[in-house]
């Protein structure tokens, strides 16, 4: 090589830490015939190179263009230089800080088919290891302290390479090279099983013999889920509790101990064929389950359903993912009969999912019998991320493991700014210039537990990325915690209304920032004139929005309680057309509410106290499922209008058929003020005409739905006529319900509209922080407060 060869320095900024970037530079140069340097810094990786200019530009254009799987590239300078004394190798040198952190750290990536087969081989040195990893799986965001993503600044740091892992690591030709996590029998990680009084049942040790010595402790924990104990695993970001699949006993003991009488429990499965034997799976769906981020993912169960129905009781759906870590798939090599396990958080109901060992073993001791444990630390608790497949969309429900630190650019300079979610699946969102970095899934923020979480996550993840708010953005519930904790930071304070967020969530993932009309159906949201919004039509900006229509309005007797009791919200739409005649037109299934608990609500609702208004998508759905019998009292948010949904979807009539036969709708002003409604007398009416001449409920639940599209894209219309072409937005909590969202898209699309809604941000409260900061951004630049 002369010394008159050209150089170039490439400075890389996006994820290209943590997914073997650095060894494919060294290949790429091997290649090319390139000498020089890369290494990691602050802000991403730096490469200086030299070579023929011809070697250079095809370096940096596959570079670019072909860069590893896990890699993205969000930027990058280059700038001639030259050195007199030039390197006669291309070589890694130690990382070093730059200016500012701006470097990103990988998701956490499912154990990859290379490492699995490695796993079960038996003359491999990683046989039955059940921390396996390379450059291409494993653990990233859930083990880091800092950057740059080196072993040094992650939870490894405690664990020495031995001197054949270190090999590895430093072997360009080797999968492991510079992978960070790598470890084996020799170096740690390790196992040990404990019973729930904290006595050591088998501890693995370091060493030839770790590999007898964990099949010996898998085979302990595999006979206390086949006697149907309660298993407690330390996984990769937190604790899950577990049982066998198979057993309704397990199950309901599991339910009892945890507290969690209906709410849907998510199921982990062997491999592919058995959650094809268990449910309905799309090529999509089988696509997203095998992934490298493997989800759980929401399938259609098979009919007769092999398996307990008190895994998601009256649901047509089951959570189901494969095994994402090499523990899981030891496990279930060890069961060998049982191939299906609940796996739930590893938490008491409401609070975050245990990541530390002996929190888990004080937290979980009434629930657990015993408890898989690693001496691993997780620095980022990360729940598992929960899909569906929407036609051939991918709707992401619970952004988490997989997804998260992964940004969303929102193509607005947003200075800093950090916004707070809501309440309910609450996430956060902070922003760099254009880099939008949701948190992951906090949980409801309604307990001093969930706010530390919030705090502690959210100081992590700034310190992570070198951001410092200069700038808050809340909703404008006076009551959320979250409010409270953005009123308290002392930093400037923007308030959002709540379905201007939503709106705002799915304009910044499809990068709209032009007018759209907005519809927003979920279950709660304080409104402006001091009522309960739920059922919106707004008319959208980034910055402003107007309230165009909404759902008819009911009220909610109790309040709050009135969410958590849908017989509450039947007995008021009864009340909205028959007054005080409401107690003698109840359906018989309400008499086993007590005269005295009915006839108080009614008081309520001829006194006007604590009735709020609401117009909740939400709420008009707790009524009709109260009507039909379907749901009198919830044990979980939602449950009500999900019970519904998997009514009408095993109806013996179509949509089409439930349309056509709909009931009647009136479109005009609403009661309350000047913007375009419709009541729902004529279908609470019709649902009791129904249900007095037998039609079956699967048919009403509907024919209701078919009410509902129908009424909304009336009001579209009406709408669209004075207004003109817009695109459509739709958002909120209620557009996960598939017969809603499938419906209202084709009709928008079939009058020649674009229709948009969250994919990769949950169109619920979880992605209701990128909107507030959305605006916020947009705000701030247009020199709003």
């Known amino acids: 090589m002369n010394a008159d060869d050209d150089g170039l320095e490439i400075r890389l900024e996006g994820i290209v830490q943590g997914v073997g970037f650095r060894p494919f530079v060294v290949q790429l140069a091997q290649r090319f015939g390139i000498k020089g340097w890369a290494w ?67 998701p956490d990536i499912a154990v990859c088919d290379a490492c699995k087969r490695e796993c079960l081989d038996v003359t ?54 510079h992978a960070q996590p790598i470890s084996c029998r020799d170096c740690g990680p390790t196992l040990e099983l404990v019973t729930c009084e904290g006595r050591l049942s088998e501890r693995v ?31 990769l970001g937190g604790f899950h509790l577990a049982v066998n699949a198979h057993s309704f006993e397990a199950v309901q003991r599991l339910r009892e101990r945890k507290k969690r009488p209906h709410k849907p429990l998510a199921v982990m499965v ?32 098979r009919t007769p359903f092999p398996l307990p129905e008190n895994l998601a009781c009256n649901l047509n759906e089951l959570g189901v993912m494969l095994p994402y870590t090499p523990l899981h798939l030891l496990l279930f090599e060890t069961l060998n009969s049982i191939d299906a396990l609940v796996m739930t958080s590893g938490n008491a109901t409401g609070s975050p999912i ?35 497949i929407n036609g051939d969309r991918i709707q992401i429900i619970r952004r988490s493991r997989g997804y998260v630190p992964d940004y969303i650019k929102i193509d607005a300079p947003a200075a800093s700014i950090l916004a ?22 906090i949980g409801d923020l309604n307990s001093i537990e969930n706010l530390q979480f919030f705090e502690t996550t959210a100081s992590h993840m700034q310190g992570l990325f070198s951001i410092e708010p200069g700038q808050v953005v809340c909703d404008l519930h006076p009551d959320y915690l979250s409010t409270q904790y953005a009123k308290g930071t002392g930093l400037p304070l923007v308030q959002v209304q709540h379905h201007h967020a939503h709106a705002a969530a799915v304009m910044a993932e499809h990068h709209l920032h032009q007018e759209v009309l907005a519809i927003i159906l979920d279950g709660t949201g304080l409104g402006p004139d001091g009522t309960i919004w739920g059922g919106e039509i707004l008319l959208c900006t980034p910055a402003h929005y107007k309230r165009m229509a909404h759902l008819p309005y009911l009220h909610m007797p109790g309040g709050d309680m009135a969410a958590k009791e849908p017989w509450r919200m039947g007995l008021s739409a009864l009340y909205d057309i028959y007054g005080r005649d409401a107690l003698e037109c109840l359906p018989p299934h309400f008499k086993q509410l007590s005269r005295e608990r009915t006839g108080l609500v009614l008081q309520m609702l001829e ?20 009507l039909l019998g379907v749901r009198l009292i919830s044990t979980y948010e939602g449950q009500a209008a999900m019970e519904l949904e998997a009514l009408a979807e095993n109806a013996s009539i179509t949509f089409e058929t439930a349309a056509a036969q709909g009931y009647s709708t009136k479109i005009g002003s609403g009661r309350y003020n000047g913007c375009l409604s419709f009541p729902c007398t004529a279908a609470i009416q019709g649902i009791l005409d129904d249900l007095c001449i037998g039609t079956p409920k699967t048919d009403i639940a509907m024919r209701f739905h078919a009410w509902l599209v129908h009424a909304i894209m009336q009001l579209i219309e009406k709408l ?24 209202l898209m084709a009709g928008i699309e079939k009058m020649g509209l674009n229709a948009y809604t969250g994919e990769t941000v949950p169109v619920n409260d979880g992605g209701l922080s990128l909107g507030q900061l959305f605006i916020a951004a947009h705000s701030t630049t247009q020199g709003n407060p």
């Open 40 to 106: 990691n810094t602050t802000s991403g990786v730096t490469i200086r190179c030299f070579g023929e200019k011809h070697a250079l530009a095809a370096f940096l254009k596959t570079l670019l263009e072909s860069p590893p799987p896990l890699a993205r590239i969000d930027s990058c300078e280059t700038r001639a230089i030259s050195l007199q004394a030039l390197p006669e190798t291309f070589s890694i040198l130690p990382s070093r800080a730059a200016s500012a952190k701006e470097a990103l750290v990988s």
């Open 124 to 177: 491999d040195r990683r046989y039955c290891y059940p921390f396996i990893n390379c450059t291409h799986c494993g653990p990233r965001w859930s083990i880091v302290k800092t950057t740059p993503y080196d072993r040094q600044n992650t939870s490894m740091d405690i664990f020495p390479m031995c001197s054949l892992c270190r090999k590895e690591y430093e072997d360009i030709s080797d999968r492991r090279f």
């Open 205 to 235: 040790t370091p060493g030839s013999d770790a590999a007898t010595a964990t099949q010996r402790l898998l085979k302990t924990a595999a006979e206390c889920l086949k006697n149907g104990l309660i298993l407690a695993i330390k996984g």
């Open 270 to 301: 062997r491999d592919l064929p058995t959650a094809k034997r268990l449910c309905h799976v799309s090529s999509c769906e089988e696509a997203l389950l095998s992934g490298r981020l493997q989800p759980i993912v929401c399938l259609k169960k």
């Open 354 to 388: 245990c990541t530390d060992n002996e929190d888990a073993l004080k937290k979980l001791v009434n629930i657990a019998d015993y408890f898989l444990l690693h001496n691993r630390d997780i620095i980022s608790r990360v729940d598992d991320s929960v899909c569906r």
């Open 420 to 441: 707070c979610g809501a309440e309910l699946k609450n996430t956060f969102c902070i922003a760099k210039a254009d880099k939008a970095f949701l948190s992951p899934h």
């Open 607 to 626: 006194s006007s106290i604590n009735t709020p208004l609401t117009s909740s998508c939400g709420r008009l759905f707790d009524a009709v499922a109260a």
């Open 720 to 743: 669209i006529s004075h207004i003109g072409d817009r695109p459509v937005v739709l958002g909120g909590g209620s557009m996960q319900n598939r017969i809603l969202l499938t419906h």
